[in-house]
Each structure stands twice: as C-alpha cells, then as structure tokens.
C-alpha cells in the first residue's frame, strides 16, 4: 500500500492555515503490528478558544454564501472522498485496523452523506402560519444554531463525523470537530483536505485532534452552540450534563448492546448468516453490533451449529498485508477488556463453542452458549467480536429479554411471519429494528437514532438532518402598524 510511513502531520487547526498547534506531539499507532505509523500535534483548550472564536466570525459571511455555492462545495467535497479513495481507505485499514471491505463501505457511506447534505441547502427553510390580526403575516424560518462541535469515536472514525459534519455546514452552521486521538488522520485531517480542496472558505470548519480535555474545552465553550457526540454512554451523559446547566443542544448517539431475535419459524439458514456479521464485522466494534442472540429453545442447537460453523471460517490478520474478516482490535486495552468479559462470564457458566482466544490485538471470533442476563457477556456492551446465545421459550418473554439491556439501539428479528415480527417491533423499545435482516444497518436517507442509554432521541440522515442541525425563528410582519391600548 502506497502510503506515507512517519510524516509528521502539522497541526491543521484552521481550515486553508496550517499551523503548528501548541499541544504536545502525540504517536499514531498502527493497531495491527503495534507500529507508530505517524506522529500529529494534538490541540489544546486554547486552541479550542481561537477556534471557536474565528468560526463565530466566520458563520456571518457562510451563512450568506447563496446555496447553490453551499451545495457545489459539498458535491465537490463527495468527489474528492471519491478521487481519494485509496489514500483514505490507506489510512482507515492501518489507523484503525479495517478491512479492505469496511473501508470501502465506509467511504461510500460518507460519500453517500455528502451528496445528500449537498441537496439539503435548496430546501424549503420555513413556513407561513395564519394570523388573526389584519394584515399580519407569519413566517416560521430554520435558522442556523451558529457554530456546532462535533466529537467522533474512532470505530467509523470518517463517517461517525462526517454525518455530522457534512449536513451541519449545508445549513449555515460553522462546525469545529474533535476527532477520537485514535483515528484523527482519517477521521480529521484527512477531511479538512477534502473540505478546504473543494473551496470551502476558511474558518468555517475547524479539525483539533486531542483527547477528552480537548471534547471538554468544546463542550464548556459559549460559542458553541450545539454538541454532536458519538460515542460512549458515561461521556455522553457528562456531556448532556454540561450542555443541560449550558442551555445548549445536544445530540447523543451513544453505546448499544443489540439484540437479534430468531424465532423458532425463522430461516435458520439466513438468521445465522445475519447473526455473523451483525457480531463479527469490523470486530465487533459497531454500536449496532449484535451482541445478544436471542433465539427459540426449541432451536437454539442448530441455530448455535450454524453461527458456530460461521465463525469458525473467519481469519483474522493485518488487513494491510492480507485479506482477512477480521483485522485488530483498536488496542491491547480494548483486546484484554473483551478477554476479561468473557472469562468472567465463562468463569459464572457460560461455555465457549467456538473462538475464545486473544492473541495480541486479535480475538477470534467467538460463539458463547450457556449465557444468563446476569453475565457480563450478556449485561455489558462488549465491543468485540463476541457470540453470545441466550433462549426464550414465548414471544413474551423474547420481548422482556430485549427491554431488559437499557440499552435502545437496534435489533433484528427473524420470522417467517412478517406480522408476527412486526407484533415484537412494537414492543420492544429500541430506535431501529430490522426484520429478518441484521442490527447493523444504515442508510443515509432514513433518520438514524437510539433510544434509552443509546441517545437522547436526536436523529441523523435524511429530513431528520435539518431540524438536528438547525433552530428556528418565527418572524412577522403587519403591514401597517397597529395601535395597542398602551
Ligand atoms: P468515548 O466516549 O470514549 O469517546 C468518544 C469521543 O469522545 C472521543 O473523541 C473522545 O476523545 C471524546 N471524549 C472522551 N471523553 C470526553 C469528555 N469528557 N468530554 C468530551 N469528549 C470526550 O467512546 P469510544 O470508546 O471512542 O467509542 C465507542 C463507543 O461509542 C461505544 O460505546 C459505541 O457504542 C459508541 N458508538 C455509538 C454510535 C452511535 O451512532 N450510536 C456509533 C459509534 C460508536
């Protein structure tokens, strides 16, 4: 793979200036081999306070860029993505320890994401209401909020940011993003390129790759005027804490713990398949990964047969340099956390079918059997390649499983009958559900969002994007003035 080994990325913390930043020099690491692939300047809460300082200046001449100019920078910015493919999805495979087929879908996602932010500008922005006054006119307008920090975890480091990113500057906004330190060349410089290529004016976005004191200085700052967080639950309440005592919007999408329903009319066949790779893509490191399969007990052996059969044809590997199913975890923390789980809950009677080995960053894809609610397999969002099987013996009790995790993500069902599953779908509280399909689905067109623990109900994609990234404003006119008893 052609790629840069070791270039010392300057700070780019404006868009159009790169300037070396204040912040200490911080190594990228390569999680496959362990290697340091590249070195890059964090930011600091200073440079968080010029940043927001310059967007806030900077909003006043955006928000009067007519909108056919908006949306051709954003097309632009979706071809460059394109143009750039192998750069980027260079990155994404040794910064993050993606496959091959994960980069690719990822970049096409976030292409996808640009196109629509694109159209967004040319909607209509308002409406008119009634008045009972003569000669008053109503309008109620969208209105930019002013300028958005976003901050992004490191799993779909590109277009967890980018969702955010894309449609907050299609309506007027000026974005500041905080990139996870983990994956802040693909996640952050990489798009302040593709952004400043495409003529997006400077000032108007802002990369400040650092860790949590730098998300914090974002949270705390008055200029910004909304947080979009992805990312854990525990940082995403301090965060809805902070923006509640601030005023300020929030969007939350936050962790999952996914269940996948199989009845005992399901096509065992597909259920498993769809089982595998809701568990077992990039990992498991997904919010919507399936981390509890929830199945019939009158088939939970052949299902179990059939997802163990599944895993155990899966390779992991340096995606870089072969191709696997399975590449690294992000780091030896991640990979001794999942190892830890499952031992523990091995350790409460839950059996190993298949996998259960860590070596190194790699943990093998795992079917677990034998699971009960109390484990931490069960309880927990693992974030790694990891099975875990539990039984029901009524639809009611499938359903009181799946409310059981505070969790509200995603979840999938699978049934021969379609109004039998969609009977489930309305009783289980989670924010996506697929039938007879699997938990790990998105599609930049439908509202995306989780309930509960998983988010504070705010929604990316499609029409959700321009209520999520804007305010409103009700302005009236009389046509002539009125005199008030005063
Ligand atoms: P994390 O919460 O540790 O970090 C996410 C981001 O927040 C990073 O950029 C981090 O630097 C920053 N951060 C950490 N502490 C902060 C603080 N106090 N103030 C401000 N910013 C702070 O999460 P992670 O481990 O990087 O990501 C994995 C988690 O993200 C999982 O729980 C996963 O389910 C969740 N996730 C959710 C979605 C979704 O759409 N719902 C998508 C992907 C990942």
Redesign the pocket.
């Known amino acids: 793979m052609d790629m840069p080994v070791n270039p010392v990325w300057q700070q780019h913390l404006f868009l159009g200036s790169w300037q070396s930043g204040k912040g200490e020099q911080v190594d990228v690491m390569e999680p496959a081999t362990g290697d340091v692939i590249s070195q890059l300047k964090a930011a600091t809460p200073a440079d968080v306070d010029r940043a927001a300082t310059i967007a806030n200046e900077a909003q006043k001449q955006w928000i009067a860029v007519p909108f056919d100019q908006k949306a051709e920078i954003l097309r632009k910015a979706a071809t460059l993505l394109k143009e750039r493919a192998d750069e980027i999805n260079g990155w994404n495979t040794r910064e993050c320890g993606s496959i091959g087929p994960k980069a690719d879908w990822e970049l096409q996602a976030t292409y996808e994401q640009a196109q629509m932010a694109a159209a967004l500008p040319m909607q209509p922005s308002g409406e008119i209401f009634p008045s009972n006054m003569p000669g008053k006119r109503n309008y109620w307008k969208r209105v930019p909020i002013g300028t958005v920090g976003v901050?992004?975890?490191?799993?779909?480091p590109i277009l967890?940011a980018m969702r955010s990113v894309f449609p907050a500057l299609a309506m007027g906004n000026c974005v500041i993003l905080?990139?996870?330190?983990k994956s802040s060349i693909c996640g952050g410089v990489l798009m302040a390129q593709v952004l400043e290529d495409a003529g997006l004016p400077k000032g108007v976005f802002h990369v400040l790759p650092g860790?949590?004191e730098v998300?914090?200085a974002l949270?705390e700052h008055s200029l910004v005027k909304m947080i979009s967080?992805?990312?854990?639950?525990?940082?995403?309440k301090?965060?809805g804490e902070t923006c509640g005592r601030m005023l300020k919007k929030a969007a939350l999408?936050?962790?999952?713990n996914n269940a996948q329903v199989v009845l005992e009319d399901a096509n065992l066949d597909i259920a498993s398949s769809c089982g595998a790779w809701g568990s077992f893509l990039h990992q498991g490191q997904?919010?919507m990964q399936t981390g509890r399969h929830l199945v019939h007990c009158s088939v939970a052996d052949e299902y179990i047969e059939r997802l163990a059969t599944r895993a155990g044809n899966l390779a992991y590997g340096n995606p870089a340099q072969e191709q696997v199913h399975l590449g690294p975890l992000i780091n030896e923390v991640q990979a001794k956390r999942v190892e830890d789980i499952v031992n523990r809950s091995v350790e409460m009677g839950a059996r190993i079918v298949v996998g259960g080995k860590r070596n190194g960053n790699y943990y093998e894809a795992t079917v677990i059997a034998d699971v009960t609610p109390d484990m931490p397999v069960f309880s927990e969002?693992v974030?790694g390649p990891i099975a875990p099987v539990m039984t029901f013996d009524s639809d009611e009790s499938a359903c009181a499983l799946v409310n059981e995790s505070p969790y509200g993500?995603a979840a999938a069902i699978h049934s021969g009958s379609t109004e039998r599953a969609l009977k489930i779908a309305n009783r289980i509280q989670v924010g996506m559900v697929h039938i007879n399909d699997q938990t790990v689905n998105n599609e930049f067109q439908v509202p995306f969002g989780?309930m509960g623990s998983?988010?504070n109900s705010g929604r990316f994609g499609g029409p959700a994007n321009i209520e999520e990234f804007t305010t409103s404003q009700w302005v009236s006119v009389m046509e002539e003035g009125i005199q008030y008893p005063f």
């Not at 901050?151 to 779909?156: E, G, K, T, V």
């Open positions: 901050i992004a975890p490191w799993n779909f967890l905080k990139p996870d330190p860790g949590p998300g914090q949270v967080f992805t990312g854990s639950t525990a940082v995403g301090k965060i999408e936050l962790g999952g997904i919010c969002e974030f993500l989780g998983s988010g």
